[in-house]
T-cell receptor, first 114, second 116 residues
Framework: AQSVSQHNHHVILSEAASLELGCNYS??????LFWYVQYPGQHLQLLLK??????LVKGIKGFEAEFIKSKFSFNLRKPSVQWSDTAEYFC????????????FGSGTRLLVRP | ETGVTQTPRHLVMGMTNKKSLKCEQH?????MYWYKQSAKKPLELMFV???????ENNSVPSRFSPECPNSSHLFLHLHTLQPEDSALYLC???????????????FGPGTRLTVL
């Protein structure tokens, strides 16, 4: 069965610090990969996605993620975080050749201190 | 705004009540989903509808009953819930099901449900 692991449940950073959130998945076939963000009191929204092509994907608000197939990873990065990046971040995986199901990780709560 | 709306945003109900959650999408999508988001747990897929037909029931207890009268509307009927059912219930839609690039899901704001 597919699964998604987000290793950091809580991350606290100061503004301007660099961010990297880990995401690993277990599935041997072709996958689509997503990062969603949930700001306090707001709905889940897509941050970025990978379907094919360049494994380095750029999303909104200066975020990027790199798909490393050999490591089954899709880590999220941002060079310099802002207070407004305080949110919960979810990695999600969809197996292209099996189902429409999005399998989510348990999320990482990011707190950025001003 | 994602084009997916949910009402009510908050709901408090007793264990003997019957209530319904509503989801509406304005994106012309054909697939709709119900998820449950509990604290410290991954989002759990509950139900999937594709072209108004239910294609997935992810071992959800019968006290949750979905209804999809058309591709734009999705309901979740609730009856005799338990306190452990308290959670955020999210609706999502996508253009189509399947593993291709058209299955990006757009989420509504959710209904925060509290069962007393």
């Amino acid at each position: 069965a597919q699964s998604v692991s987000q290793h950091n449940h809580h991350v606290i950073l100061s503004e301007a610090a660099s961010l990297e959130l880990g995401c690993n998945y277990s599935y041997g076939g072709t996958v689509n990969l997503f990062w969603y963000v949930q700001y306090p009191g707001q709905h889940l929204q897509l941050l970025l996605k990978y379907f094919s092509g360049d494994p380095l994907v750029k999303g909104i608000k200066g975020f990027e993620a790199e798909f490393i197939k050999s490591k089954f990873s899709f880590n999220l990065r941002k060079p310099s975080v802002q207070w407004s990046d305080t949110a919960e971040y979810f990695c999600a995986v969809n197996a292209v050749d099996s189902s429409y199901k999005l399998i989510f990780g348990s999320g990482t709560r990011l707190l950025v201190r001003p | 705004e994602t084009g997916v709306t949910q009402t009510p945003r908050h709901l408090v109900m007793g264990m003997t009540n019957k209530k319904s959650l509503k989801c509406e999408q304005h994106l012309g999508h054909n697939a709709m989903y119900w998820y449950k988001q509990s604290a410290k747990k991954p989002l759990e897929l509950m139900f999937v509808y594709n072209f108004k037909e239910q294609t997935e029931n992810n071992s959800v207890p019968s006290r949750f009953s979905p209804e999809c009268p058309n591709s734009s509307h999705l309901f979740l009927h609730l009856h005799t819930l338990q306190p452990e059912d308290s959670a955020l219930y999210l609706c999502a839609s996508s253009q189509e099901m399947g593993g291709g690039s058209y299955n990006e899901q757009f989420f509504g704001p959710g209904t925060r449900l509290t069962v007393l």
